[in-house]
């Protein structure tokens, strides 16, 4: 549980930043109506998101749940400093051979810190029970968050031939929002150039061979990544399913993006400190 806690903050964050979602379009239109949107996301003050990511191994797998689902949901809003903060409740349900497990908590991101806390915790995870309820401090060096940080991403992602195409698909309605479908592409450059970006922004001092990158993402399908943009071009979901090539799983990722509702303060948990007997 908790090892699924880790991967979905990564993965919200990731996605509440927009870092991969930069799309080139066909025609300057095109490309500027979607370039506003991702870049609008970028330097937003603050909004909602519910996230959604469905993931079914392959049935020849004999080791990993024959599905996982994790469902997010909450706030991101930027701090005084300019770092990104995000206040989120998160769910994540798994089945394998007939058993189904549930396990939720929250995690809050404040100054560049992580915290999370475990609410509920399947039995087969004893070793969480005694800090259930309580918020626990994780990293505490998330710089990747921070208004720099956001600004250089964009720079590279406002780079051209990030992607291979991009299509039109059609109108379609996102909740109460009237949005046009946009379909794209990654080259196999522009997939390098994010993947180097990303990795500078984590602050690894490892060198990016983005040749051999080209090449891999050359031998994998190129699963397209779909947008939605309301008329007051804002981005309202984003979605890609791709299938892993190490274990062959069918992986769904949807998320939706909403304003803020009113103006929440996204403040530090009290850490409670354990008392020895």
């Not at 609008?40 to 990511?53: D, E, M, P, T």
């Not at 995690?107 to 070793?127: C, D, H, M, S, W």
């Not at 090449?215 to 399913?241: C, E, G, Q, V």
């Amino acid at each position: 549980m908790k090892k699924i806690l880790s991967v979905i903050i990564v993965v919200i964050v990731i996605l509440a930043g927009g870092w991969f979602v930069f799309v080139r379009g066909t025609t300057p239109r095109t490309e500027e109506k979607i370039s506003s949107a991702m870049v609008g996301l970028i330097k937003a003050s603050g909004g909602h998101f519910q996230l959604y990511v469905n993931t079914k191994s392959d049935p020849t797998a004999t080791t990993a749940p024959s599905e996982i689902n994790i469902i997010a949901d909450g706030d991101f809003q930027k701090n005084s400093n300019g770092s990104l903060g995000l206040n989120s409740k998160i769910t994540a349900t798994g089945a394998t051979t007939g058993v189904s497990v549930t396990g939720n908590g929250e995690a809050r991101l404040v100054n560049g810190k992580l915290y999370y806390k475990f609410n509920e915790i399947p039995p087969i995870f004893t070793n969480l029970e005694a800090v259930r309820g309580k918020w626990l401090s994780g990293a505490t060096n998330l710089q990747f968050l921070s208004e720099p940080s956001r600004t250089a991403l964009v720079s590279v992602l406002q780079q051209p031939q990030l992607f291979v195409e991009i299509k039109q698909v059609g109108k379609e309605k996102v909740g109460n929002f009237k949005t046009t479908h946009f379909q794209a592409k990654f080259s196999p450059s522009g997939y390098a150039s994010i993947l180097e970006a990303m990795m500078q922004v984590f602050g690894s001092n490892v060198p990016v061979n983005k040749t051999a990158l080209e090449n891999s993402f050359k031998s994998h399908d190129n699963a397209p990544l779909d947008i939605w943009i309301d008329s007051a071009n804002k981005l309202r979901k984003l979605a890609i399913s791709y299938v892993n090539s190490q274990n062959k799983a069918k992986v769904n990722i949807e998320v939706l993006f909403t304003p803020l509702v009113g103006t929440p303060k996204i403040e530090e948990p009290v850490i409670e400190t354990p008392t020895t007997k």
